[in-house]
Every structure is written in C-alpha cells, then in structure tokens.
C-alpha cells in the first residue's frame, strides 16, 4: 500500500543551526503538507503546498520556515535557525485533494 | 475560526463494551470532517471522511455520524488493539486545505 516517508525519523539539533526534515508524499498525490505536533497538544497546521507553490500557511510557518519541492519526489522542510519551541514531531501528508495521508514523522529536538 | 472539541479527553473501557466519543464543530462552512487513529510517537492514520449531515461511514467495529454540529465515533465490542488515541479533524471551506485537529480522545481497551 503506498505510503507517506520521512526522514530521518529522529533529529538532534543544537539551537541556531538549519535542519532540513525531508519526505516523500504517495505518487499521484498533488497536495503536500506539513503539521507538528508539540508534546502533548494537538497537531497544527503549518503549511500547504499545491501546483509548485504554497496554497495556504499559518502564523506559525514565519519567514524562518521554508519548503521546497526539489524534484518530482521529495517534499522538504527547512528551518533556517531553530528555537528550544521547535522541538516537535513533525508530519508530512499528501492527499489527492480532501482526504490526506500522513508520515510516521520526525521528531526534532533542539537543545 | 474552525474549532474542534473531543470529548472524553480519555477512555477506558473493557473489551466488548461499546461507547461513543464525540467530537463537536463551529466552521462557517464545512468541507470534510475526517476521523484519524494516532498509536503513541506515530502519525495519524485516516479512518473516515464525511461531508454532510446525515452521513455515515463503517469500518470493522468502528462507525462514523455526523450531524450539523458533531460528529460521533461509535466503537462496537471494542478489542484492546483498537487502544489509541481518536482525532477528529475539520476541513472549511475558508480555507485552501488546511485540516483544523481536535486534542483527541485516548482510547484504553482492557481485557
């Protein structure tokens, strides 16, 4: 059964530094996402990305996020400078258009 | 803005007893109303989308209902592997893609 990956499935990352957290969506899917769940609270929307460009974002997805679609596989996540508050799981889906499918997620710590 | 409320915030219950967990909305319009199981340190895993009231979903021991204000999780003669924690999540029709997630409901199933 197709599936959303993620890698890599653990990051350890000082303060300050760049961590890029890569996935690739299910093939025929045209809707990309990423969410983060915090410890304990509910999974947040960060970002959504369609046709090459990002559909919708939250306030969380400030100009120290970006993502990028590199080639016609991978869908990536870049924190430019991380924070003690990134410390998160973060999930990327893909969806045909409502219904979406989610990673096994990566869980960033920042230390 | 999209809200989603789940209650019981946990459960327990013995094998083959039955319950509901509720998930009530506010959304100026809704486009899905999905339901997700997540295991511990994994990510969600799509159960049911609905889209109008009235609608229902069934899948093993699980059925779905949705009314103009909630959404109900009904789990017939559970077995302690449906153990997990049940999101609910919204979709609007304000929004390009984003899904708005409840805190979820955590599910023990005891023998």
């Known amino acids: 059964e197709p599936e959303v990956t993620q890698t890599p499935s653990h990051q350890v990352t000082q303060m300050g530094q760049e961590v890029i957290l890569r996935c690739v969506p299910i093939s025929n899917h045209l809707y990309f996402y990423w969410y983060r769940q915090i410890l304990g609270q509910k999974v947040e929307f960060l970002v959504s990305f369609y046709n090459n460009e990002i559909s919708e974002k939250s306030e969380i997805f400030d100009d120290q996020f970006s993502v990028e679609r590199p080639d016609g596989s991978n869908f990536t996540l870049k924190i430019r400078s991380t924070k003690l508050e990134d410390s998160a799981m973060y999930f990327c889906?893909?969806?045909?258009?409502?219904?979406?499918?989610f990673g096994q997620g990566t869980r960033l710590t920042v230390v | 803005e999209d809200q989603v409320t789940q209650s019981p915030e946990a459960l327990r219950l013995q094998e083959g007893e039955s319950s509901s967990l509720n998930c009530s909305y506010t959304v100026s319009g809704l486009r899905g109303l999905f339901w997700y199981r997540q295991d511990p340190g994994k990510g969600p895993e799509f159960l049911f989308t609905?889209?109008?009231a009235g609608e229902e979903k069934e899948k093993e021991r699980l059925k779905a209902t949705l009314t103009k204000k909630e959404s109900f999780l009904h789990i017939t003669a559970p077995k302690p592997e449906d153990s997990a924690t049940y999101l609910c999540?919204?979709?609007?029709?304000?929004?390009?893609?984003?899904?708005?997630f409840g805190t979820g409901t955590r599910l023990q199933v005891t023998l």
């Open positions: 609905l889209y109008s």
């Open positions: 999540a919204l979709q609007g029709t304000g929004t390009a893609s984003k899904l708005t």
């Open positions: 889906a893909s969806s045909v258009f409502t219904e979406a499918f």
